[in-house]
């Protein structure tokens, strides 16, 4: 696995090879110094703990202040681990750029969500409105009578209710990264990245599993199907 802290820049488009238009997500990604080395002797298991962005020397605790000076690294305002590939291979004080990434590569990236405050449950569950008419009163938009009878007397942990919205740590799977710049420690990619602007993100190598596709996979063995009894015809229409 490959991995690394950024910050959401902002969205914008480009335009393919073929014209085609393409929504983006621009990421600040790094650099980011490795702060701490798990061993798998010591700790069980082999990791490396990442800092991502200076930040002043009063604005840390004595506790996270006397971590990173063991490292002998700037004060850092982040610290996230991952257990990467070459975590083995990594010492403390080493820099993880964006180059980390290439173009092509599927990303899965974590943020927090937009916070909506307190919400109510149409906006926040999608819940329907009770009718309009014939003395409907003000509380249209109320959650209305959830509770059981006798038995079980209750509401349910989970049900859902008007509260507060967002704020929630939210993954996109299998992003396409578009392009790499790690001269501006720059990652572009393909869609939408949870989170507002200046928000942090962590971008790691996906957990989806990608298979490449054999010739003729799309020709069905069935003869009942058309692109089983003729499959000619259905890689044409793949073309």
Known sequence: MKAIIGKKVGMSQIFDENGHVVPVTVIEAGPCVVVQKKAAEKDGYEA????FEDIAERKLTKPEKGHLDKAGVAPKKYLREFDLDNAAELNIGDVIKADT???GDFVDVTGTSKGH???GVIKRWGAQRTPTSHGGGPVHRHAGSMGSSTDPSKIFKGKIGAGHMGVDQVTVQNLTVVKVDPELNMLVVCGAVPGPKGGLVTIKTTVKTHKVKQA??????NPQKASGRNPQKASARNK
Not at 48 to 51: E, K, R, S
Not at 216 to 221: F, L, R
């Open 48 to 51: 490396v703990q990442l800092g």
């Open 216 to 221: 003729g996979a799309d020709i069905s063995k």
């Open 117 to 119: 405050g307190y919400a």
């Open 101 to 103: 990434f290439a173009a």
